[in-house]
DNA sequence: ACTATTATTAAATAAAGTTTATAAATGAGC
DNA sequence: GCTCATTTATAAACTTTATTTAATAATAGT
């Protein structure tokens, strides 16, 4: 009946303890009996784990009365801890990169603490980063979660491939970061980690492929709930698509591949005649000047085509749409929409949902960071 | 310490169950103590699973020695109880429809007691089919297994669309075999149990896309050893995917439909210069006859393209073809899969392993079938 | 026949769940 | 303000299932 220090809770417990942090993850706050219903156990099990996360810190109380009016006892409502800082989340962007503390129970937009341009080595970036963010760290902090671009093998932890930021590829990040902190580092894939924190953010859709718009062209798609993880170290891959009549050389080695159509650069090289260094905020300005124009419409007409496929395959009727492409007129977003309708056929048997959405990157990474440190590891029997 | 009649087993031994009848899926016999490390339990309790399954029958000891020579007592073998028939497994064809006994434990190529042509209606089937194999069914079935075409909504249990047997369509299958047999019918669609099958006659491959030849296009994914189950009524549908310059209609409403090129229907089509019956043996004679032609070439590239873009979201590796793709010459099998793999990009970071295989839909009904109803429900506490 | 090895069974123990009963907190009705 | 119904929380007893440990059984090789 003592407080055992980290025994390992059982097959059983660990089912049930996931399910309480990943109906939390979904809902701001729940009381015991409530949870009971949710997660499917007896109030008296339910009761039991919420005791047992609240004394590790991974839940806390809330201290506002349940807004529902009913008669009866009210209920003492739980959180996830939105008090103490347990991970530092990093984004590891192509031009910069991105790190700020952040808690269990973090429900706002993404928020950052520091930031610098990302170095052309490893090392440079990981001294930036002890630089910037070193002071943020302390000796509570559970993890430091990484979401990187490229094709990224969770398994392994490494970077395989990643045509922007070449010197990750391989990197052992955690030994790399172990001189910040002895919290253990974890890679995400950036796109991955988007789809989650949409995930977070609309519990109520379960099925959906995020596409994200940004140096590349990347996807990751959520059935039942659960993220799809390939063995293979691609998730949804969208950007390399071959596009007939595309002769650009793609960053992957391969011709004619989608994303060098409507990554940023690709719309930059569409836009710019003469030379002129690459700006985003130029190729915003020539979109909003000029509208849908004839290579516009071609390359959205691609990017929709790679991405119809993608639905068609995985069974898929929602989309969410995030990055580059909300900084463009509307206009764009609303063409590019019609052209995945188009480009389904999943629409013959209900509606094809595409939206664009802004990213949550960091509630994404807090629950990729949940499901690999506080759940841990594979569930068998114990 | 009395023996229940049926007690349901508490989650935890429900997931040691599924683990002890899934590796007895894979593996044709095992003793309890290979099997406790198989499974990751203490020898005890494996042997207590084993025990318990002997005794509902599912599994059945085996008279042979172990083949290892090794010292020490040798175990005792246990496999799936290939004795007793439990399932009636029925092929619900476009053409025709096949349907035989089975046990848990078979093994075996797919083999069929009765087949009749399909009639046009539903009253009509359950007539032929009472009718030829009423005789096999017995008090001791668990239930009937039934592999249809189409779209199949796996969870309501229903044909959604099925473009060649729409009498399929909206039909409840449970209560039209009601007069046959008191034993649960099951639906399945035809492409997952394939993919199943596949899996069990290869369990070595934990990854792959089997893609069957019939009358449609159709594919499966298998990932990290579990059948991808999307929750829109698809799966990976390949046969819709749209060809460019392709105007002919496709029984799903659209135009330029890949499936109206390579389904057996669509390259008699692409044959047949005169009118004439539809006879797969003509396309075969003519194939054999004048080889790779030039709209040949084109309908497998086209099919090439749909399959390299599910490998590519999908982030597959291997592919397996089944169907009729079998009873052509090898050339043409030869020829569609260097057209995958110049279609995949997977194949810039490993090798793309394309085969051909024959179908093994009864082990697949097998498997779906211990899934539902030994396994049976969801893994909640309890 | 003896030994080493592996397999199985039995008993004791621990973990985690459920059911049942009771206590606590609140709104509603009088 | 008091009582009652309702809901939530917890305590106690019991059940299931797995584990550990020890004892026993079976076999191959010496």
Redesign the interface.
Known sequence: MHMTTAATPS??RR??RR?VIQYLLDVPAVSRAELAKA???SPV?AGKIVDELTAEHVLETVDAAPETKSVGRPGQLFRLDATRPRFLAVQLGVTHTRAGLTTLGFRQQDTWDVQFDTPQSADEWAEKLQKTAGKLLNAKLWGILISTPG?VDQNAQRV??SPNLHWSEKQDFKALLRPLHSAPAFLIQEIQALALGEMVSRPEV??FLLVDFSHGLG?A?V??GQL???????????G??RVLGNDRICG???VGCVETLVSRRGLFQSISTGRGQYQWEKVVKHIQDNGLEHWLKTALTAAAD?IG??L??????NVTLTGSISDLPTAVATYLIKEIENAT??G???TVHVRTSPRNRVRGLIKAGLEAIVLGGDL??R
Chains 1, 2 share one sequence.
């Open positions: 097959t059983l089912l049930n399910s997660i499917g156990t099990t094709i395989i491939f379960k099925d996807g798609a059935i039942g799809l993880k390939t063995v293979m170290p691609f998730n949804c891959e969208l390399h698509t992957c080695g391969a790679a496929s993608a068609n395959v995985l069974g898929l009727q056929l999943s013959r048997f209900g068998r029997s």
